[in-house]
């Protein structure tokens, strides 16, 4: 039972690249979380979804995208990264109005 | 938007007790939540309490809930250097379309000095 697994763990990208972080989870949860973590910001909300098939903005949409094509994976999209998207990702499942349980993180980094 | 306020800095020596304060706008809010984050890891939940409770004590943990106040807090007994991490504060609320959608303060880091 791994949890939460995000991958990259790390990645370096160029201004105007795209890349996709892949979420995956092995609890059955419904509800799905894409935080950002940046110093002196706590977490902010990306994207989130409740749902196979289903997605919602949270409070930081701009210049990401998501996906639920199956319940146990999230996908955040970046289509033309930015070096304002520098940051540490976080996926975090969570069942109900219970415990979220967050993945490792993903280390972005945009040059 | 809802918000959650912590302060973000907090040093004791080690065998001293902490505690780590949070307060919240959110007068809907169901769950309070305590996070600890240790560098270069995601969080894990620590403890959290229902709405309806003015107390939770959990070994070295002890949350107090004044509702009126909307106020949290964590007091950690006997802190020890391993205690040494971010710890958030989290208040989750019901949002439209059925979902719950946690709020996070910023997180406060906690340095015990030996």
């Known amino acids: 039972n791994a949890g939460v697994t995000q991958t990259p763990k790390f990645r370096v990208l160029k201004t105007g690249q795209s890349m996709t972080l892949l979420c995956a989870q092995d609890m059955n949860h419904e509800y799905m979380y894409w935080y950002r973590q940046d110093p002196g910001m706590g977490l902010r909300l990306i994207h989130y979804?409740?749902?196979?098939?289903?997605?919602a903005k949270g409070e930081v949409p701009d210049g990401y995208n998501v996906s639920r094509l199956k319940k146990q994976n999230f996908l955040l999209g970046l289509e033309s990264a930015a070096p304002s998207q520098t940051s540490v990702y976080f996926c975090?499942?969570?069942?109900?109005?219970?415990?979220?349980?967050f993945g490792p993180g993903t280390r972005l980094t945009v040059t | 938007g809802e918000d959650v306020e912590q302060s973000l800095f907090l040093s004791v020596r080690e065998g001293d007790s902490s505690v780590i304060n949070c307060t919240y706008t959110d007068s809907s809010s169901t769950y309070l939540y305590w996070y600890k984050q240790e560098p270069g890891a995601g969080l894990q939940l620590l403890t959290y309490?229902?709405?309806?409770?003015d107390m939770k004590q959990d070994q070295r943990l002890t949350v107090l809930l004044n509702k009126k106040d909307k106020h949290l807090s964590l007091r950690i007994a006997d802190t020890q250097t391993g205690d040494s991490a971010i710890y958030f504060c989290a208040e989750s609320s019901y949002a439209s379309g059925g979902s719950y959608i946690p709020t996070f303060g910023r997180g406060t880091s906690l340095i015990v000095h030996p």
């Open positions: 975090a499942a969570r069942v109900g109005s219970g415990e979220q349980y």
């Open positions: 309490i229902f709405s309806n409770m």
């Open positions: 979804s409740v749902g196979e098939g289903t997605t």
